[in-house]
């Protein structure tokens, strides 16, 4: 069964929909990577002392992404969207088996919530730079 667990970003675990914004994605597929930019409220981040902090998240390994528009995903019938922080991971997924199954590969699972879209990655790591 699932579980999720909201990720300690240097700011401290964010929640809202105002936590996050998302400004710009950079995908290179032939690193398999996955760069994402933005700004997260400061205001709904415990550790921040500006009211927004440039973010950016890095995902190596990228074996999964879908991007969903929130509003969207919220009127979907699966919990995932709707259960958690802004910034989740997850483990003991059925995305997870089956890359396992199928490549071979034990990956990472995150959520991000941004104001506008939820992107789901499964992935070998990540690095969040503030």
């Known amino acids: 069964m699932p579980h999720i667990k909201a990720i300690q970003t240097p700011l401290g675990e964010l929640h809202g929909r105002d936590a996050v914004y998302l400004d710009q994605i950079h995908m290179n597929y032939a690193k398999k990577e996955l760069v994402l930019k933005g700004e997260i409220n400061g205001g709904l981040a415990p550790e921040a002392v500006d009211d927004f902090v440039p973010y950016e ?74």
């Not at 919990?79 to 396992?100: M, R, V």
């Open 57 to 130: 998240l890095i995902f190596t390994g990228v074996y999964y992404f879908n991007m969903i528009e929130l509003d969207v995903a919220l009127g979907m019938s699966e919990q995932k969207y709707a259960q958690g922080s802004s910034f989740d991971e997850l483990t003991d997924t059925p995305i997870l088996a089956t890359i396992a199954s199928a490549r071979g590969k034990n990956l990472r699972h995150f959520l991000l919530k941004t104001y506008d879209d939820i992107l789901e990655i499964a992935c070998r790591d990540y690095k969040m730079t503030i």
